[in-house]
């Protein structure tokens, strides 16, 4: 049975999608085209430079230089660290804290696998980080979902085995990356966007039905 517990970050315990939209938004404001919520879709469980690239296609802008790029990022980045340094508590997703202190009481090990390379900050902000017993984020990675690595090195950090492993995930690169990593792979939010996923729940209050996984 499962004995371990991967959760993504965005989407999954923090509602940050809202934060990383209005970044891109004003970033391809800046750079004259519209970027819509519906294209925003598209951008979740993504690294930040596939993101960028993702923009730049639905602004049909092409050809610009790396070093451009990078400064695109960062300015991104900049703006979105600006809103999330003021979230709080308030911005947890519902039943995130219930959930996890019920795991650990039952002698479940807990991983943060997120693309982020904000995870550090977000986590302080919430003060979320004494519930996970490992954090993997983008700063760890070479590789960005949908290959499985960020979940693989969760589940070794935690000294689980792939098969033992319950992956909560709220965007399509993740769960191809949770199955590609040979792991039980829980859908967060709506199923048409989560398909493959093992299993689809509206979010982390579904207490009892996560408990039941890991019995
Ligand atoms: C998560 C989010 C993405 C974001 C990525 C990188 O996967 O769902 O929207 O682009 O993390 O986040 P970062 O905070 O490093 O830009
Ligand atoms: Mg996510």
Redesign the pocket.
């Known amino acids: 049975s499962y004995r371990y517990a991967l959760f ?4 999954v315990i923090v509602d ?2 809202k934060y ?1 939209y209005e970044a891109w938004r004003r970033l391809a404001e800046g750079l004259g085209f519209e970027f819509t919520m519906a294209d925003n879709e598209r ?6 430079m ?2 960028l690239e993702i923009l730049l296609e639905v602004g049909n802008v092409k050809n610009l230089p790396s070093d451009r790029l990078e400064e695109l ?1 960062r300015m ?2 900049s703006w ?1 660290i600006d809103y999330i340094s003021k979230v709080d508590k308030r911005e947890i997703l519902k039943g995130t804290v219930e959930t996890l202190t019920l795991l650990r009481r039952n002698g479940i090990k807990i991983a943060l696998a ?6 550090q900050i977000i986590l302080e902000r919430l003060e979320l980080k004494d519930l996970f017993d490992a954090i993997i ?2 700063n760890l990675v070479e590789r960005p ?1 949908p290959d499985p690595e960020v979940f693989l090195k969760a589940a070794e950090a935690l000294g689980g085995n792939p098969d033992e492993c319950v992956v909560f995930e ?2 399509y ?2 769960i191809e990356a949770a199955k590609k990593a040979g792991m039980y792979a829980v859908g967060i939010g709506d199923n048409s966007n989560l398909i493959g996923a093992d299993m689809v729940i509206p979010g982390l209050c579904e207490t009892d039905q996560i408990l039941q996984l890991f019995n």
């Open positions: 993504d970050m965005d989407g940050t999608a990383h951008l979740k469980g993504v690294s930040r596939r993101s990022c991104k980045n979105y997120t693309a982020s390379k904000n995870s984020d983008g979902k709220d965007a690169a993740g």
